[in-house]
């Protein structure tokens, strides 16, 4: 089966850590992020993916070449970003299946545990236009939702509201009939869930909802960011792309975590990084050479290559950029980002919850 990978995004939720990196290819887990989708698409029967890229373009191909994880690898490239459908339609020039075919449209920053064979196997056996993967959210109310008739087929999509009709929402991950991507205009900027997806229920074709509640996270926050790599380092869903077995935390090679420091909760020491002894590292990812003097805490955060953080500070829910700096006794809290070489100094009273 061929696979579409939409990985043109600019990521700006993420920023910094999307300003020099595109968000499909932020170390999770200790790899590119799209190494755990490749390794997937590869084991549900994927043995060619197209990249729909855009921003960074160039930087995929440096980074997985012609062939990855079992599969082959074809480059399409929009000049001007064309949207999600737009995207579709430009990268289904590289396919090279037959046109009742079924084509696996994946979003490049989605971990899903689900499983893509029965979706496809539900798309053939009702010889459907379009299959989406619709997950259950316990707050539909921050999405977009997506019922479906008894017989699975989706009735609407409906944008964002306070009183969702079902709790089943888009999961991002599409089979399309090849022939089906045909329908979405060319050189264009076209958006599957706001144009393609409803124009094609209007017009009475065949589009099934699979539904699955398995785990299922869309990284596109920092936090979900961080929850992803987590996730991965602990088991929590498997990939055959994680260098290493799950457990409390994963070591890349040159790492080096004193005895005399806590280090869990499915973090991840990127290379040469070093955590002195009385740190406590909780739940965060330590890109490559980042530094967590002693005493220092963090939890649930992003640490960027190089970033440094100094005796006694604290930094929970924080993202730093390549080669910030935080100075000892600092406290960092709630969603804080720290731009690229930036430096705080050291605080010269230490700030406590308790005063
Ligand atoms: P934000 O800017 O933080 O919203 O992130 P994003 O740019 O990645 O957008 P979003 O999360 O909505 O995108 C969903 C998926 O579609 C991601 O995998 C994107 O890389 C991809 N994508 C979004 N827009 C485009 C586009 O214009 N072209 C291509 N090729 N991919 C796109």
């Not at 499909?24 to 549900?44: D, K, S």
Request: proline share 6%; aromatic share 6%.
């Amino acid at each position: 089966m061929e696979a579409i990978l939409l990985v043109g995004g600019q990521g700006t939720r993420l920023r910094p850590l999307t300003i020099s990196t595109p968000k499909p290819l932020l170390p999770t887990a200790g790899v590119a992020f799209l190494a755990h989708q490749l390794a997937r698409a590869r084991a549900a029967g994927v043995d060619r993916i197209v990249f729909a890229t855009s921003y960074r373009a160039e930087m995929f191909e440096a980074a997985f070449g012609d062939r990855a994880y079992g599969v082959d690898l074809v480059y399409v490239s929009e000049d001007e970003p064309l949207g999600t459908g737009g995207a579709i339609r430009n990268a289904s020039r590289a396919l090279t299946c037959g046109a009742d075919d079924p084509v696996l449209i994946l979003n490049g920053d989605i971990l899903s545990g689900h499983d893509v064979q029965a979706q496809v196997e539900l798309h053939e056996k009702a010889a459907a236009e379009v299959t989406l993967h619709l997950t259950v959210a316990d707050d539909p109310s921050r999405f977009g939702c997506v019922p479906t008739g008894e017989d699975g087929r989706v009735t609407a999509f409906l944008e964002k509201t306070s009183h969702p009709v079902t709790n089943q929402i888009n999961a991002g991950c599409y089979v399309f009939r090849r022939s089906a991507i045909d329908t979405i205009p060319e050189d264009e900027v076209v958006s599957v869930e706001r144009e393609t997806f409803p124009s094609l229920i209007a017009s009475g074709a065949v589009v099934m909802g699979y539904v699955e509640a398995g785990y299922w996270l869309d990284v596109g926050t920092p936090e979900a960011f961080v929850r992803g790599s987590c996730d991965l380092v602990l088991g929590k869903l498997a990939s055959p792309a994680m260098p290493g077995d799950p457990g409390e935390r994963l070591t890349l090679p040159g790492a080096n975590v004193s005895p005399g420091a806590v280090v869990r909760g499915g973090t991840t020491v990127g290379r040469n990084a070093v955590v002195e002894a009385g740190a406590t590292v909780l739940g965060s990812v330590l890109l490559d050479e980042a530094f967590v003097a002693e005493g220092a805490t963090v939890r649930d955060s992003v640490l960027s290559r190089g970033a440094r953080v100094g005796p006694g500070a604290i930094l929970d829910g924080v993202i730093l950029g390549d080669a910030a700096v935080v100075g000892p006794g600092n406290e960092l809290r709630d969603g804080l980002r720290v731009w690229p070489g930036i430096e705080l100094p050291a605080t010269a009273v230490r700030f406590s919850t308790d005063a």
